[in-house]
């Protein structure tokens, strides 16, 4: 699955702007809750939207964080394709956001990122910039248009341009629970963080690409994209819009020099997937007997593909669902 930044919007303890699962969420112990026998079965429940389905991680709804990804590493732009060019981020202070930020940063770009839980943001741009690299974070909620927009200005103002749009902010579904127990509330939450975030960022964005004479615009949609997973309707549903919202836009901007296209994660080893893992009480060798790879998909590696289709050796990549879930969807 997946999930980026904007990060949740539940409270935590220890990170005041995180979030953290409802008590009655994925994790909680519900009377006659059933745990499924099989691995892939379980897959196909509520868990599927911890473990297939959660793989930004950048959605806060909890405490741990990711170990800072390739934090020591200096900058080492040399024939890179993406040395001074700008590339903006969401959902980036943690998971695969932060893994790309910190890996395009490496690369020589010049990282504009955001998400909501502050003090992370500031850490990351501070540990780029310690690197050698060139990042600045703002603080942005992707549900509000008003904030969507002036990240998109602000990395305008600040860089000039955006030449890659890399749309990962998001957040899983709160709890698991079949359609008719799902409330409009929480709904609403994932498809306004998810699908209407994507949305939003691409309004934006791509009016200053079609200004520049052209840009590459690339989403983190999920394998919940391709396929049903019961219990959380409202994160399948808003990754199957984030999927359509991809195609539409690819069909509509690429005649304009603007390539818009998606990648499709599975389980991704990200804080969220760790918690998730722990809640249904799962060990990561569990998880990875029902990818057909046998092991977990590292956060460093989802930021190679989104780098690889935000260049120019994917150019006929357009309006595609990549898959890069380890073999599970063809599994």
Not at 43 to 49: C, F, I
Not at 270 to 294: V, W
Request: charged share 25%; aromatic share 6%.
């Amino acid at each position: 699955m997946t999930a980026p930044d904007f990060e949740a919007t539940r409270p935590d303890p220890a990170r005041p702007d995180a979030g953290r699962p409802a008590p009655d969420g994925p994790g909680a112990h519900r009377p006659g809750a059933h745990r499924p026998s099989s691995r892939r079965a379980l897959l196909r429940t509520g868990a599927a939207g911890l473990t297939a389905g959660l793989a930004a991680g950048a959605v806060g709804t909890g405490t741990a964080r990711a170990a800072s990804p390739a934090a020591g590493g200096a900058r080492s732009a040399g024939d890179s394709e993406f040395d001074g060019k700008v590339v903006l981020v969401t959902g980036a202070t943690s998971g695969m956001g932060e893994a790309a930020a910190r890996a395009l940063a490496r690369r020589g770009a010049k990282v504009f990122f955001c998400g909501r839980r502050a003090r992370l943001g500031r850490e990351i741009e501070a540990d780029i910039r310690r690197t050698g690299g060139e990042a600045t974070y703002m603080r942005t909620d992707v549900r509000h248009e008003d904030q969507v927009r002036d990240f998109v200005h602000g990395c305008v103002r600040r860089y000039g341009r955006v030449d890659v749009a890399y749309n990962n902010a998001g957040i899983e579904s709160p709890r698991a629970a079949r359609l008719h127990e799902q409330t409009l509330a929480d709904m609403e939450d994932v498809w306004r963080t998810n699908a209407a975030g994507t949305f939003l960022a691409m309004k934006y964005e791509i009016p200053q690409m079609l200004a520049q004479g052209g840009g590459v615009v690339v989403n983190t949609a999920s394998i919940s994209a391709e396929v049903g997973f019961a219990t959380i309707s409202p994160y399948n549903a808003s990754k199957h819009a984030v999927a359509s919202l991809t195609k539409v836009a690819a069909l509509e901007y690429a005649p304009e020099g603007v390539r818009v296209t998606a990648f499709a994660p599975g389980a991704v080893d990200t804080p969220m997937l760790r918690r998730a893992a722990e809640a249904f009480g799962l060990t990561y060798e569990e998880i990875a007997q029902d990818y057909p790879i046998r092991r977990i998909v590292r956060a460093e590696e989802m930021a190679a593909v989104m780098m690889w289709l935000g260049s120019s050796a994917a150019a006929p990549v357009v309006g595609t669902d990549v898959d890069v879930s380890g073999g599970w969807l063809t599994a």
